[in-house]
């Protein structure tokens, strides 16, 4: 069964304390009480986690939201043996090099963050020589390694979840336009994965990340030359026929762009933000109707702003549900005066799992307890095995767990944008299979499914 880390539904979150060691007694004249009557001592049990942060730099507002988000989980787990512990990395390799060996120094537990790529592969390093775990934000699987996990949304999860919906739906013949770099590359190898399992490709772009660019690699993933020259050769052909006939269904074509549609039924665009505003609206003007043409994206198009866009109307995207998120980050806004970055739930389930995983964890052990057999209990508590617990976590972005090799899956919903936000097209898994086997849902056995899929395979 998942252990369900659940949101408290009010209590406005206050700064934590810092957990204070218990007074020492006073002296006292008289002789000490019988030794059935003494009152034995304990020590209190301490976990101490390492927060490794950009405070500082340009993504310095970003880290201190991860903070904020970490504290929220800590104060809605209302457990004290959890004790945060925050360093600068200041964005950069060397200074989450310099953060980790102070936390080390200060005798951490585990390590939360960091958060760019190159600062996990950094920080990891230090934490592996010196036998500790990392949970870092970052969705790059590159700097993921055995006891080295990322927390990320990984764009390979939201390829391979929204193409295996569109198989599911009847699509089998899939484009893509992929960004020059380095996330371009990885979605593309992600697509292609995907794709070999339930269909094919069968046109392929990339283009520079310039909005003033975008024209040409747009118009040859439509193949929009050909398809429009087709059209002139049709037209030219039935004129010359001097048919009343012809010259009508001539007349009617040259009211078109182009003949026939374009190679595939599906195009995965896995852009966001300005660019995507770009590339939308050339998408139908070059041919690409989405209309006709399934549009699909990834984790970069969970984003409100996104979504007044009309060609977007109807596109489908993998992402977790909204609606947890957006109760938390009400909260938040709430509790800090600003609106939470979409990374903050990150750091919240991961507070949040580490107050799961301790749970069972006695308070206190009795005085005289040997160090060593403390750590030990807490090593067992927070060991890899229960951390890459097949059965998952649920947090507030859904059900996920992590893999032996540090990276993670995820549930995710495939999310349709319509015109007053978004709407479930498919619904996440509620179980998480055995490691390996397929995390969506069971393909569409419905009628209209499978009319769509034969209508597909015909063509």
Known sequence: MAVLLCLAACATPAPRPEPTAPAPPSPV??????????????????????????????????????????????????????RLLPFDTAGTPDGAEAAARMAVEKGVHIFVGPLLADNVAAAGDVAAAAGLMTLGFSNDARVAAPRRYILGFLPENEVRRVVEHASDSGYNRFG??????????????????????????????????????????????????????????????????GDDMTDEIADSLEA???????????????????????????????????????????????DPDLRGEPPLQGAWYAAPLPGPRAAW?????????????????????????????????????????????????????????RLTDER??????????????????????????????????APPIEAFPRFGERLSPLPDRSEAGFKRSTASQGD
Do not use: C, H
């Not at 040997?370 to 095995?385: H, T, V």
């Open 29 to 82: 004249a008289e002789a000490a009480p019988p030794e059935d009557e003494a009152v034995a001592e304990e020590v209190a049990v301490e976990i101490r986690v390492a927060m490794l942060l950009p405070l500082s730099g340009t993504e310095g507002e970003t880290g201190q939201a991860l903070l904020d988000a970490a504290t929220m989980a800590l104060m809605d787990a209302y457990d004290p043996r959890i």
């Open 176 to 241: 893509g336009l992929f960004s020059e770099g380095r996330y371009g590359d990885r979605v593309r190898t992600a697509f292609g994965d995907a794709v070999a399992v339930v269909g094919r490709v069968t046109a392929l772009e990339r283009y520079p990340p310039d909005a003033d660019a975008l024209a040409g690699p747009i118009q040859r993933l439509g193949d929009y030359e050909r398809r429009r020259d087709a059209l002139r050769l049709e037209v030219r052909t039935l004129r010359d026929l």
């Open 256 to 302: 078109r762009e182009v003949l026939g549609p374009p190679p595939f039924e599906a195009v995965l665009v896995p852009e966001g933000g300005a660019l995507l505003r770009t590339i939308a609206p050339l998408l139908p003007f070059y041919e690409i109707d989405p209309a006709e043409v399934k549009l699909m994206g990834t984790g970069l198009w969970d």
């Open 329 to 385: 980050a009400q909260r938040f806004e709430t509790a800090f005066g600003d609106r939470p970055p979409r990374i903050a739930t990150l750091s919240y389930d991961a507070v949040a799992l580490l107050a799961a995983m301790i749970r069972d964890l006695p308070p206190t052990l009795p005085a005289g307890t040997d160090p060593a057999f403390m750590e030990s209990l807490i090593g067992q508590a927070l060991s890899p095995e």
């Open 392 to 425: 998952g976590f649920s947090g507030l972005d859904g059900l996920f767990r992590l893999l032996p090799d540090g990276t993670n899956e995820r549930a995710l919903a495939v999310l349709e944008i319509v015109r007053d936000g978004v709407r479930v097209a």
